[in-house]
Each structure stands twice: as C-alpha cells, then as structure tokens.
C-alpha cells in the first residue's frame, strides 16, 4: 500500500450551492424551533403521556449514529485494519458533526433551552442525562485530538493509543444512551439492560450507514476515485450490523414474550399497535433490515454503488423506524400502574396515548441531518482529511 | 363562592379539627380527617427538618365513584384548574386525578384519587440532570420550576404519570405558587400550607374524610396510628419506591 496523500475538497459553486442547501434546511429548523418556544409545545403533537415526540426520534438516531461513525477509524487505529486507516479522518469528523447535529435537535426541543447554563452548572451525579452530557462533551474532545493526532504528521505515532481510548469511550457513550431507556423501571417496553448493548449494535449500524453514503457522495462530488475494494469491505461490514441489530431485536422480543407480564406490550407493538406495528413490521424488519440484507449479499446488486447506497438509506430509515417504535410506542402504551386491573381516568390511564408528529417537529429533527452535514462540509474543505484517492491500488494490500 | 368565605370555611374546619384531635369512636377506630388536626406550622426561617414525613392514607372504600371534589380543590387551590386555554386535554396539566379500577378477574371495582405518591426513593429525583426535581427533607417531592429545564425525563420516569408539562404561557397565577411554560410540575402536597399548618386542599374538601394526612414518623400521629392497625397498599409496591402516599381498600 502507498503512502496516502490527504487533500482538501475545492470551494467552488458545488461547495457553496451544498451550504446553501443545508442551509434552508437548517433555517427550517430554527424557525420551527423558534415557533414551537414561542408558542409552547401545545403546537406539537407532544402531550403529558407522549413527553418525547419526533425530535427526539431523530436526536437519539444522530447521536447514536455518531458514535457509529466512528467505527471506520477505531477498526483501522485499535484493531490495525490498514484499509480503513484513510478513512479515518473523515469518520471522525463525521462522528463530531452528527454528535452536534443530534445534540443540537435534543437542546432545541428542551421546554426551556435558554436554561442551557443550569443544565451545564448543576449536575445530579445519578441521572444518567447528567452521565450523558458528560460523555458526549468528552467525547467531541477525545475525538478532536483523535483528529489532531492523525492529521498532524508529527503526531500520528499517538494515534493508535489516543484512538483505543476513543473507543472505549464511544462504547460507554453509547451505553450510556441505551441506558437512558434501559434504566427506567416505569415503563414495559424500557426496563432491559439489554437496550445498552442493542444500541451499541444499533450506532455500529445506523452510523456506517451513514458513513458510507457520506462517503459515496463526497468522492462523486469531488471527482475522487473510489475504488470498489472499499466498497466492497464496507458493504459487507454493514450487512454483518445489520444482521446484528435484527439479533438483538429478536432477543429483546423474545425475552419480552416468554414473560407474560410483558405479552400486553408485545401484542401492541407486533399486531395491534396500528402505526407502531406497521413501522414495526415494514420500516424497522422488512425496509430497513431484510430488505438492505438482501440487497448487500445478493450479488446482482451487492456490486453496484447505486444498489449499496439505496441499502444504506433503507438502513437510515429502518433505524428511525426502529426509534420511533420503541421511544413514542413505548409512551403510548399504558403503564402498568395497577397491575391486574381495568383502568380509566381523565389523564389517559390504561389507555393507548395518542401522537401525531406535526411538521415543526419532523423539520427540527432533519435539521440535525443538516447541521451535521454543514459541519462534514466546512470540515473537509478546510482540513486535509479526504484522501486524493481511493482507488483499489491505494487501498487493496492484494492489488497488483 | 367568595375568598372570604372559604377563608372562614377553612378556618371553621380547621379550628374544628383542632378540637377533636385525637377523637376515637371506639378504641381502635380514629375518625379520618376530624383525628388529624395538629399539623404544626413551620416558621419561614426554618429548614424542613427529616425528622417529619409528610405522608397520606387514602381508603378507597370511603372514595365515591364520580366524585371529583378532591381535584377540583387542588385545582382552584393551586390555579391549575382551567389555566391552560390553547392545550389539549390531553396537554392540560393534571396534578390529581380520579382513577377508576375494576379487577380483571374478580370485576371488583375501586375509586381513588391519583397523585405523586411523594416517594421515599423517586425515580423522578434520580433521573432529573439539574437536580430540580427534589425531595424536601420532610419527605414531599417538588420541582424548583426555576431550575427545570423541560427535558421531561423525570414525567418517563415516574410510574405514577404523576407529572405533567406546561405547553403554554400561563397567566393569573397563584402567587403562592408559581408555574411555567416549559417546566415540568405535579402535587406538591400543598406544600405552602403545610408549611402555614394545614391540611393540603385535597384532604380538607373530600365530603367522605378518604383522605389522612399526617407524620408518617410521628408514632402518636393519627395518620401513623392508622397504618399500624389497617392493612394498607402502596401503589406499585414492588418497586420498592416506598411512597409517602398509601391506600387502603385495594
């Protein structure tokens, strides 16, 4: 393999016209942010049985996503995977951008984010969001010199350690997100630990997914080769992520289904949840898991880039499917407040709560993709992080 | 009905449960809410003190199906009632509730008002990442409204769906009790006339007396004497939660 020589992407019209592009989206998201703060969340589908509603479907997806994202430079620095090791720049740029993207949906939606400087002044060392602001701070920091350390030459002899220390640090970051659902004891479809581990597999997943089309589109954009040796290797490792999350899926369900206390819940998600059992079924199993599977391993499409890159979509859109069933179904399923009783009130006890997503909060939550791409951009013009090329005789250790 | 008469009403009632504390009809058997009397007062400049747990019996077999008196009181008492115009009702603020059971399989059926049970060990205190959400020394949970920041982790929390938030910008407040848009809030066991030394609202207006409330700590309170010789329930038990509110009759 040669040396890899990074560049800098060009700031021509393309540059300018992707900015502008994002932009909008991004202005979208201010307005819709600023309108449901003025208003109140009485704008938003949002009620007292359904608290967190779609923004915070695609906060969580971003932020478990970014962690992902770093997967592709941990695989090249910690496990000395020399193929990866040119793309690891731009993974952990890419794992920043969506930390912020998704961090920055999370803040927006808050009752009160102009109160940021309490949440930041007053910890409650128990509370695993107070674990969580610390992880991910911690985390951009980490990553940052991670960056440092490769991108700066004289460094790059740091770079397996300081990279080790980053993915044991994604690791609990990710723990720590699963958490914020696993711990909770008052809700059926919550309370496993094994949510820890499942959103591990889940960021290893959504955040290649999310690599690889970054990936993709960066190189055509910029007229880069890409060769399919890369391809190849990471399509493959996506399918591997993919078929773990339908793993952990499949235990978490049966575990959830050989306990009767649980079968209430189960038969609301899996057959009569409506909307939750359709994203259930079509979003989260057949398009984002079964489908994608079927595209990466099948040789007919698994070569083509077109094919790779609809996969990953499907992968994106499974795992907001996946989010969205779990975090609003998971509410509006009643809790078990008197177990082995009819219940009825006027708060809605003991009965299916009721969410529709409104535009605000749908705009507000692909302004977290945005910004995380505005950052990607901005990034790799001004850092020499993409390297000139990616063709198989750069990146193939078997090519002639 | 106008302030000063419901001034005078309290007075009357509390002055009257003054006199009969301690008023049994025979042994073992206290009257509910005339036996409570003696909530002493705490001077401003005094701290809450954990030698006090604030606590309540409710018996649901005295609670009346379609009665709601409880949580119009608390209501009209803390200017929740009816102070949210542009919120659905399923965003309106509910700090107590009328919760209406019937047992799957036996069909036998209770009715009891649902509030923040004011747990020994809240989930929602745990969860919360400014510490807002607190529990006073004296065993009541409240939320310092000027430190929420509206995550709502605490309302995913509670398995009580005990907490509701604010959707909207809120006018004519009590001033006794200051709320907010964005912020996060439930029963605060009228803290602020326990504190003067009375009885929360919800307990002075039920028509049945379904409500005790007392020092849990205190072994000669009414409310202490009566769990030590009734079987009482704390809801979702096995939580572990130990709830300052228990019930008896389920």
Redesign the interface.
């Known amino acids: 393999m040669k040396k890899t020589l990074y560049t800098q992407i060009e700031g021509g019209k393309g540059f300018w016209a992707l900015l502008a592009g994002f932009g909008v989206v991004i202005l979208a998201g201010l307005a819709s942010m600023y309108y449901m703060e003025h208003n109140g969340h009485w704008v938003t589908g949002m009620n007292n049985s359904v608290v967190w509603g779609t923004p915070h479907v695609f906060a969580i997806f971003l932020i478990v996503a970014a962690s992902g994202a770093l997967n592709v430079a941990s695989i090249g620095s910690v496990f000395g995977k020399k193929m990866y090791k040119p793309l690891a720049p731009l993974s952990g740029i890419l794992a920043v951008a969506l930390l912020v993207g998704g961090l920055a949906v999370l803040v927006l939606d808050l009752g009160r984010p102009d109160r940021l400087i309490v949440a930041m002044t007053n910890y409650n060392f128990k509370s695993i969001f107070a674990w969580n602001i610390i992880l991910y701070t911690g985390f951009m920091a980490i990553v940052a010199i991670y960056l440092w350390m490769m991108l700066e030459k004289r460094f790059n002899k740091y770079s397996t350690s300081v990279g080790t220390f980053a993915f044991v640090w994604r690791l609990l970051l990710t723990t720590g997100t699963g958490s914020i659902f696993g711990f909770l004891v008052a809700r059926e479809a919550y309370d496993a630990a094994l949510m820890a581990p499942m959103f591990v597999v889940m960021s290893f997943s959504f955040g290649l997914a999310i690599f690889m089309l970054v990936l993709f589109a960066s190189y055509r954009m910029t007229g880069r080769p890409l060769g399919d040796y890369v391809v190849r290797r990471l399509k493959n490792l996506l399918g591997v992520f993919v078929a773990g999350v339908l793993y952990f899926v499949l235990v978490y369900h049966l575990a959830n289904l050989y306990a009767t206390e649980h079968h209430g819940v189960e038969s609301f998600i899996l057959t009569s949840g409506g909307i939750y059992t359709m994203l259930f079924w079509v979003g989260q199993i057949l398009l984002g898991s079964l489908v994608p599977l079927a595209i990466l391993y099948n040789p007919a499409t698994g070569n083509s880039r077109g094919w790779i890159s609809i996969a990953s979509v499907l992968v994106i859109f499974g795992g907001l499917s996946q989010l969205y069933v779990l975090l609003i179904g998971g509410q509006a399923y009643p809790m078990k407040t008197f177990p082995g009783y009819e219940v009825t009130s006027s708060f809605g006890d003991g009965m299916i709560a009721s969410y529709s997503p409104t535009l605000p909060e749908v705009l507000l939550g692909i302004s977290g993709f945005a910004i995380a791409l505005v950052a990607v951009t901005i990034a790799v013009r001004h850092l020499r992080a993409l390297p000139a090329s990616l063709a198989d005789g750069e990146t193939d250790p078997h090519a002639a | 009905m106008s302030e000063d008469t419901n001034l005078k009403r309290r007075e009357f009632i509390g002055n009257g449960a003054k006199l009969a504390a301690g008023l049994t009809i025979a042994p073992g058997v206290v009257v509910y809410g005339l036996s409570e009397a003696s909530v002493p007062d705490r001077p401003a400049e005094e701290p809450a003190s954990s030698e006090r747990r604030w606590g309540m019996l409710v018996d649901s077999n005295k609670c009346a199906t379609g009665c709601d008196k409880c949580v119009t009181a608390c209501g009209e008492e803390n200017g929740w009632d009816d102070s ?1 115009p ?9 700090w107590i ?9 036996t069909g036998k059926s ?1 009715s009891l008002p ?1 509030m923040c049970q004011h747990c020994e060990n809240p ?1 929602c ?8 959400s607190m529990k006073r020394a004296d065993g009541i949970v409240l939320v310092d409204r000027h ?7 605490c ?7 005990a ?7 809120l006018t004519d407040q009590e001033p006794h009790m200051p709320r907010g ?4 809030e439930s029963c605060t066991m009228c803290v602020h006339r326990v504190d003067e030394g009375r009885e929360p609202a919800c307990v002075e207006e039920c028509p049945e007396q379904a409500i005790l409330f007392g020092d849990l700590n205190d072994p000669d309170s009414a409310i202490a004497q009566a769990l030590t010789r009734y079987d009482s329930t704390a ?2 038990e096995d ?1 572990g939660l130990n709830p300052g509110v228990r019930y008896r009759g ?1």
């Open positions: 949210e542009n919120s659905s009702p399923e965003q309106k603020a509910q509730r009328k919760v209406e059971l019937r047992h799957k399989g209770h649902m989930p205190v745990d969860v919360c990442p400014t510490n807002a430190r929420c920041i509206g995550c709502r982790y309302m995913m929390a509670c398995p009580y769906k907490r509701s938030f604010i959707h909207e910008t848009k964005g912020t996060v809801v979702r939580l389920i």
